[in-house]
């Protein structure tokens, strides 16, 4: 599997916006670009995914660079509730292929939000 | 709907006990995993399944069995439990195909620990 980089921690302040890099030199063209958080003492929760073109949801903007390797997570304005270890995880395009749709998890980046 | 439902949230075990986490999802879901996590790692594989009847090793069976015999329940059985196996374990289940389907959705996880 493709891996990714990301920096082990950031911090940031609330109501500030929020830019989370993930390095995925190794990218295949299948591969989707996905981002999960996990809040503390919970499980995972998706954020959001892409493949090449940049995406937006109500929780959180992804960029995608034109190359794909790399990517940005933007949280728009940073809430205390956004205090959360946030994973950027490629996956198979297809959950029915060899990879069966697992989530190969680095050790994320630890968001810190200061009120 | 309930999502992903695991059971218990916290268990004590002896060295040598055996026991079963339970998780059962309402989505309806084919796919279900069984991930582990250590402290300040992220989640590794232990099983999966594709559907019922249908089940298959990820990063770390050792020590672990699993059964799929309805669509909705996915248990982990410990035989033998050991000390390198006090971990918080989570459920996940997702669809099968691509972009908005292929997400995994989290259950709140079970804290074991084995002495």
């Known amino acids: 599997d493709a891996k990714t980089t990301q920096p082990n921690s950031m911090e940031s302040n609330e109501e500030e916006p929020v830019h989370l890099p993930c390095n995925h030199s190794?990218?295949?063209?299948?591969?989707?670009i996905h981002w999960y958080r996990q809040l503390p003492s919970q499980g995972p929760e998706y954020v959001i995914h892409?493949?090449?073109s940049n995406v937006n949801n109500r929780m959180a903007s992804l960029a995608i660079a034109e190359d794909r390797k790399s990517s940005t997570l933007i949280l728009h304005r940073a809430t205390l509730r956004d205090a959360a270890v946030y994973y950027c995880i490629l996956r198979d395009r297809e959950a029915g292929g060899t990879s069966y749709g697992k989530l190969t998890f680095g050790q994320g980046t630890i968001l810190t939000v200061h009120p | 709907n309930a999502g992903v439902t695991q059971t218990p949230k916290f268990r004590i075990l002896k060295i040598g006990q055996s026991m079963t986490l339970q998780c059962t999802q309402d989505?309806?879901?084919?796919?279900m995993y069984w991930y582990r996590q250590d402290p300040g790692m992220g989640l590794k594989l232990i099983y999966y399944s594709v559907g019922a009847g249908i089940t298959d090793k990820g990063e770390v069976p050792n020590g672990y069995n699993v059964s799929r015999s309805t669509t909705e329940d996915f248990p982990l059985r410990l035989e033998l439990a050991a000390p390198s196996q006090t971990s918080v374990y989570f459920c996940a289940s997702s669809y099968p195909g691509r972009g908005a389907k292929n997400i995994q959705y989290f259950g709140a996880g079970t804290r074991l620990s084995v002495l």
């Open positions: 989505m309806n879901h084919n796919y």
């Open positions: 892409g493949l090449t």
């Open positions: 190794t990218i295949s063209g299948t591969d989707y």
